[in-house]
């Protein structure tokens, strides 16, 4: 039986990682996590927002088509483009109810009973130009036809420094939207 001394050197070899090869591996995992953390949160953001806004413009779209087949025009739910309900977007959901006057005579049935964005739809007659965000932010030319847009204003990251908007109209269903999740 052969017995065999190991030094001192032999020994930290087989001893495992070195505490510079662990503090490495470390730095490496918190520079990857502060990448994918913020990624993910404004990708959860969006989807939430996307998810909100299909089901607010569906049920409006579709209230603001029967409300012109009943009544031979389209009907604003708001003054404005900053007119929306609730009035303030908030990274926080918030209660629809009770809906504004404006909603209740379009017999709007919102799908959710809180949300984070704030909603409006504006109509106007033939050859009336479109608010500033629709036409700034969206680029919506004037319609030679009468028309409503629905237009979402959402501040999902808490900061008023970037918000989303999103908008939809009966001149184009496709929903558009800028700075999603935010």
Known sequence: MAWSVLSDRDVRREGGFTLVELMIV???IAVLAAIVIPMFTAESREVTADSEVN?????????ESAYKLENGTYFSTGTGEADT???TPSQASQTLYPLPATWVQLKVQPPQSS????YVVIAAGANVAPGGI?????AMATPTDAYYYVLAHCDLDGSSTKDG???MSSVDST????????
Do not use: D, S
Request: net charge positive.
């Open 55 to 63: 089901a607010m413009f569906t049920e409006l779209g579709v209230k």
């Open 26 to 28: 470390v730095v490496l």
């Open 175 to 182: 929903i558009h939207k800028v700075n999603a999740g935010f």
């Open 134 to 138: 629709a036409t700034g932010t969206f």
């Open 165 to 167: 908007f999103y908008i």
């Open 85 to 87: 309900w609730p009035a």
């Open 115 to 118: 949300v984070k964005c704030g």
